[in-house]
């Protein structure tokens, strides 16, 4: 069966007149997940929450297990979490900071991700600095190359804006910032699901990923990676009876790998429901959803840019899921308020979550197109027409 086919067959949400483009905000997920949630939930309800999670031990360790080949991860360099803000944050306060020290951060930086860089810089001395973004738009190499020194203590790398097409060029930002001993932080809550991800080759120090998004799993969950190195040596900010264990009066010890970033009360469904979405997007092949998605965004952005009064709004050299536009004279959220109405879901993306990127582009908002590979071109085409008949 075609990938198409197979993953539109699996996905109760589509065929139903629904024209889905926010796999960005929180895609639909294929039935699998929703039957293991379900299931797990009514379980919980027969014979109670620690009952049921023992009998899925072995299915809980297998969540991180799947994480680990997506990501080619051991799965003791995985911390489970619930959103990728979450899993972001539990890096980033962990790691020590005093006056004078540099935390760097990409131009297309989330918001949530420069709020906590700027309170922990006033809080610690440190200092936050942009990234300037290059002619196209990602990353620019060149200026990071000649920021960098061993004050940086920490560079966040954004991979995938929330607010466009663009990947950055993660693993070569990377080099350079350990060229000084600096950290690396990427945020590939856009990213993971969507294009296939190998931390070996990426070579970051820690990376976070939510999982409704294009991973396709259930909302409230997310996941960290970090170093085994890391992992094995890092003091998390907080900690509780998972995360460390109580050994005396005034001692602790940590967990000995990535666990010690998780806390022990979690969403057991929702873990079993990303651990479901992982296995079917690893059983589907990452490369070929990929393509899929690529060539959906390609022909949505050839597609809007033939539309007098529409501007494509993406930037970058590799392009991949997201398609970001604007319309001449037409507020974002009319134009998805009127595509709602003939059941088009897609979203606005306004300049608080990437204030400095949209502010640079004089942008106050951009509408977000963010189909997956159970997007038909049929729908991509009833898309078109309905923005060209605005
Ligand atoms: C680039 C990026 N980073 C981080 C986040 C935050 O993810 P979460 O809501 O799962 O914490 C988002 C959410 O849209 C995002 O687009």
């Not at 919980?44 to 080949?69: F, P, Q, S």
């Not at 051991?74 to 900071?97: E, G, K, Q």
Request: a negative charge; charged letters at 25%.
């Amino acid at each position: 069966m075609q990938l198409e086919e197979r993953v539109r067959a699996d996905t109760p949400g589509v065929g139903s007149g629904l024209v889905f483009l926010d796999s960005a905000g929180s895609s639909l997920p294929p039935q699998v997940v929703t039957d293991t949630v379900i299931g797990h939930l009514r379980r919980e309800a027969e014979i109670g929450g620690y009952r049921a999670a023992n009998e899925r031990l072995a299915d809980l360790a297998e969540v991180k297990t799947a994480i680990g080949a997506l990501i080619n991860a051991a799965p003791t360099s995985i911390a489970l979490s619930d959103s990728a803000t979450r899993a972001w944050a539990d890096f980033f306060y962990s790691v020590p900071l005093g006056p004078g020290d540099r935390v760097l951060i990409s131009g297309a930086d989330y918001a949530s991700n420069a709020i906590a860089a700027v309170q922990r810089a006033r809080a610690t001395g440190a200092t936050v600095e942009q990234i300037p973004s290059d002619g196209s738009g990602q990353i620019d190499l060149d200026a990071l190359a000649r920021m960098v020194d061993e004050r940086v203590k920490l560079v966040s790398v954004l991979h995938v804006p929330t607010n466009g097409g663009l990947v950055n060029p993660a693993a070569e930002a990377t080099r350079i910032a350990h060229s000084v001993g600096a950290l690396v932080l990427l945020d590939a809550c856009q990213s993971g699901g969507q294009l296939p991800i190998d931390v070996a080759e990426l070579d970051v120090d820690a990376l976070s990923v939510t999982g409704r998004k294009w991973l396709r799993g259930p909302r409230g969950t997310g996941f960290l990676y970090v170093r085994p190195e890391l992992a094995e040596s890092m003091e998390p900010q907080r900690l509780d009876l998972h995360s460390a264990e109580w050994t005396g009066p005034d001692d602790y010890r940590l967990a000995p790998d990535a666990r010690r970033f998780e806390f022990w009360e979690s969403d057991i469904a929702g873990r079993l429901g990303l651990g479901a979405a992982v296995r079917y997007l690893l059983d589907l092949g990452p490369e070929a959803v990929y393509a899929a998605i690529a060539a959906r965004a390609e022909y949505l952005r050839k597609g809007l840019a033939e539309i007098a009064g529409v501007t494509v709004r993406d930037l970058g050299l590799r392009r991949g899921g997201i398609v970001s536009f604007t319309v001449d004279g037409t507020g974002s959220a009319e134009v998805r308020d009127r595509l709602a109405e003939q059941n088009i879901t897609l979203t606005v993306s306004w300049a608080s979550s990437t204030l400095l990127d949209m502010t640079s582009r004089k942008l106050e908002s951009v509408l977000r197109a963010s189909p997956h590979a159970f997007v038909s071109f049929d729908e991509l085409d009833r898309f078109l027409a309905a923005v060209a008949a605005l």
